[in-house]
């Protein structure tokens, strides 16, 4: 988790086209070294389809500085800068997915008590805080389900592309959303376990030799990123 929040950190300080290509290269390496499918990393990518088109359009019609093919309104400085900002925003997404991937919802909601452990001190209650993340992270899953299950309809659906149609799928869709939440809670309220028992987190160290040789090229890494701008 701390590579991770490092790794999207410098991609956004990243000012060179050379950092930045280093950085992929390390994700592409750990996505073969992970043995991970492409399609999902490539999925959230074509999700953010739009917001990126959008983000290279205002960089390509707003940007001063020179100009393409002798117009006025097509900024070749901005769409080096469009294209780079880009750039960042997919190497930080797949280095988010890669978490999510390769780290169990178990493993990320016993990660976050460590880190707000120390905070039992000042009178505050982290254990129910990662109770609470767990639960969610369980939850999402029953969101995704339930708004496929929303789509279908709607492309199954008479008329799939009216207003009317599409405010009841919605309303249908928030319904049992709310549904599923109070049944959650209710199981909650009861005691009864909703979720698998997070057990303490295993010693951080002494570190084995693949971990350690994750942190001395995670190092490497960050000082060639600094040292490329």
């Known amino acids: 988790m701390v590579a991770c929040l490092l790794l999207v950190g410098v991609t956004f300080a990243s000012a060179g086209w050379l950092s930045l290509l280093l950085i992929g290269l390390a994700v592409a390496v750990t996505v073969y070294l992970a043995v991970l499918p492409v399609s999902p990393l490539l999925s959230t990518c074509w999700q953010l389809r739009w917001l990126l088109v959008f983000s290279l359009l205002m960089h390509l019609l707003m940007t001063p500085g020179r100009t393409l093919w002798g117009t006025d309104w097509l900024s070749l400085d901005g769409l080096l800068l ?3 900002v880009n750039l960042q925003i997919i190497l930080a997404l797949l280095s988010a997915r890669l978490l999510t991937l390769t780290t169990s919802t178990q493993d990320l909601a016993r990660t976050f008590g460590w880190f707000t452990h120390p905070l039992r001190h000042f009178g505050l209650h982290p254990a129910e805080w990662q109770s609470l993340l767990l639960h969610s992270l369980h939850f999402l899953p029953v969101v995704r389900i339930e708004a496929q299950a929303a789509g279908a309809v709607g492309q199954t659906g ?3 592309r009216s207003w009317d149609d599409w405010s009841m799928r919605l309303e249908s869709f928030v319904l049992r959303l709310v549904e599923h939440g109070d049944a959650l ?5 009861a005691g009864e376990p909703v979720s698998d028992s997070l057990s303490e987190l295993p010693p951080l160290l002494p570190l084995a030799v693949h971990e350690t040789l994750f942190v ?3 190092c490497l890494l960050m000082l060639i990123c600094q040292w490329t701008g």
């Not at 809670?185 to 309220?189: I, P």
């Open 82 to 84: 469009g294209l780079r």
């Open 158 to 160: 008479r008329a799939g």
């Open 185 to 189: 809670a209710q199981r909650v309220a």
């Open 216 to 218: 001395l090229t995670f």
